[in-house]
């Protein structure tokens, strides 16, 4: 039986079984360059036992700016995606539980051109499913630089999160596989520090933050700007955001991935080069962690806004904004 089979997907405006949500195969506009997609966790707060998206908005706003610099026109705007996420989330009617979302932009129809044309309206989907958090585990990895160098942005800019733009990355985690590290740190074409596989990276220097500049090719990570925050705020860190050579990788005192997967994910060492002890996260990065797990988790009131309620109160296929019947009044006022 497959995974999603019983679940649902919202579509366009329609909550419908996961099973019946299909694409023609020779719907060359789903498969093609110009889909765009996200990826949001909600977390279950066991103090407010309620599910919260993690900085939802945020993530539904750059999906609609990837659409938009992909020459695409969404119909729906972004405070539609998350009451459509909300109403998606709450027919799971599960507590306990931490539910990845899947939100992702193609162009609508079959299309026989080479290339998807401008001005397509984009069809959005958004498809949910249980994961299992890794903060506060004690996990860590290890990072090889990727004998392939990041994509130009200038060719194809690094804040439009499209598939097309994840295959540099899949090259990365196989030539780091193929060297025995767990991820791979991709340079770009003047040497400088980019980013892993669908993750940020900052070092710690001297109790100062770094992390690489987004003119050198970084996507505009929503994690990346989060802990950025919660270093200065929480922690009273210095942050650096610069280009970063290749030798500080190796000189670091303490470095980490972060992102909505890898969450925050500290390395041991960088083409075997040990990163601290070269066994466990430094100090700073198990605070940095430490302070996103509570918010992420709800522990704390102070960055309520970041998080959005699903109250799982709901029995499924009740009347809601999006319900099987296909009514929605929550389309973009244009």
Same mark, same amino acid.
């Given at each position: 039986?497959?995974?999603?089979?019983?679940?649902?997907?919202?579509?366009?405006?329609?909550?419908?079984?996961?099973?019946?949500?299909?694409?023609?195969?020779?719907?060359?506009?789903?498969?093609?360059?110009?889909?765009?997609?996200?990826?949001?966790?909600?977390?279950?707060?066991?103090?407010?036992?309620?599910?919260?998206?993690?900085?939802?908005?945020?993530?539904?706003?750059?999906?609609?700016?990837?659409?938009?610099?992909?020459?695409?026109?969404?119909?729906?705007?972004?405070?539609?995606?998350?009451?459509?996420?909300?109403?998606?989330?709450?027919?799971?009617?599960?507590?306990?539980?931490?539910?990845?979302?899947?939100?992702?932009?193609?162009?609508?129809?079959?299309?026989?051109?080479?290339?998807?044309?401008?001005?397509?309206?984009?069809?959005?989907?958004?498809?949910?499913?249980?994961?299992?958090?890794?903060?506060?585990?004690?996990?860590?990895?290890?990072?090889?630089?990727?004998?392939?160098?990041?994509?130009?942005?200038?060719?194809?800019?690094?804040?439009?999160?499209?598939?097309?733009?994840?295959?540099?990355?899949?090259?990365?985690?196989?030539?780091?596989?193929?060297?025995?590290?767990?991820?791979?740190?991709?340079?770009? #074409?003047? =040497?400088? $520090? *980019?980013?892993?596989?669908?993750? !940020?990276?900052?070092?710690?220097? &001297?109790?100062?933050?770094?992390?690489?500049?987004?003119?050198?090719?970084?996507?505009?990570?929503?994690?990346?700007?989060?802990?950025?925050?919660?270093?200065?705020?929480?922690?009273?860190?210095?942050?650096?955001?610069?280009?970063?050579?290749?030798?500080?990788?190796?000189?670091?005192?303490?470095?980490?991935?972060?992102?909505?997967?890898?969450?925050?994910?500290?390395?041991?060492?960088?083409?075997?080069?040990?990163?601290?002890?070269?066994? #466990?996260? =430094?100090? $700073? *990065?198990?605070?940095?962690?430490? !302070?996103?797990?509570?918010?992420? &988790?709800?522990?704390?009131?102070?960055?309520?806004?970041?998080?959005?309620?699903?109250?799982?109160?709901?029995?499924?296929?009740?009347?809601?904004?999006?319900?099987?019947?296909?009514?929605?009044?929550?389309?973009?006022?244009?």
């Amino acid at each position: 039986m497959s995974a999603g089979y019983g679940r649902l997907i919202w579509r366009n405006g329609v909550l419908m079984p996961w099973e019946e949500a299909t694409i023609h195969v020779s719907s060359v506009g789903h498969a093609s360059v110009s889909a765009a997609f996200e990826g949001v966790h909600s977390y279950w707060s066991s103090t407010r036992e309620t599910l919260h998206g993690f900085r939802l908005r945020d993530h539904m706003q750059r999906l609609l700016e990837s659409l938009r610099l992909s020459w695409m026109e969404p119909e729906f705007d972004a405070d539609a995606l998350v009451a459509a996420t909300v109403e998606l989330l709450a027919s799971w009617q599960t507590t306990g539980k931490d539910l990845h979302i899947r939100p992702w932009g193609f162009a609508a129809g079959t299309h026989r051109q080479q290339m998807v044309p401008r001005g397509t309206p984009a069809e959005i989907a958004i498809e949910t499913w249980e994961f299992e958090s890794k903060l506060g585990q004690g996990r860590t990895c290890t990072l090889a630089v990727s004998s392939w160098p990041r994509f130009n942005h200038g060719a194809s800019p690094a804040s439009m999160k499209v598939f097309s733009n994840y295959h540099n990355g899949r090259l990365g985690n196989i030539d780091a596989a193929a060297r025995g590290a767990d991820w791979p740190i991709f340079l770009n #074409t003047n =040497g400088h $520090v *980019t980013e892993s596989s669908g993750s !940020c990276i900052a070092l710690v220097k &001297r109790g100062r933050l770094v992390t690489p500049s987004l003119s050198d090719g970084v996507l505009d990570s929503i994690t990346r700007r989060t802990l950025i925050q919660l270093a200065q705020e929480e922690l009273g860190l210095e942050v650096e955001t610069r280009s970063v050579e290749r030798t500080e990788l190796y000189l670091a005192d303490e470095i980490f991935l972060m992102g909505t997967s890898a969450e925050v994910l500290p390395a041991v060492s960088v083409d075997g080069i040990p990163i601290g002890d070269g066994k #466990t996260a =430094g100090e $700073v *990065t198990q605070a940095i962690e430490a !302070c996103y797990h509570d918010t992420v &988790r709800a522990a704390t009131h102070k960055y309520d806004e970041w998080l959005t309620p699903v109250h799982l109160d709901r029995t499924p296929g009740a009347p809601g904004l999006f319900s099987p019947t296909g009514s929605s009044d929550a389309r973009s006022s244009k």
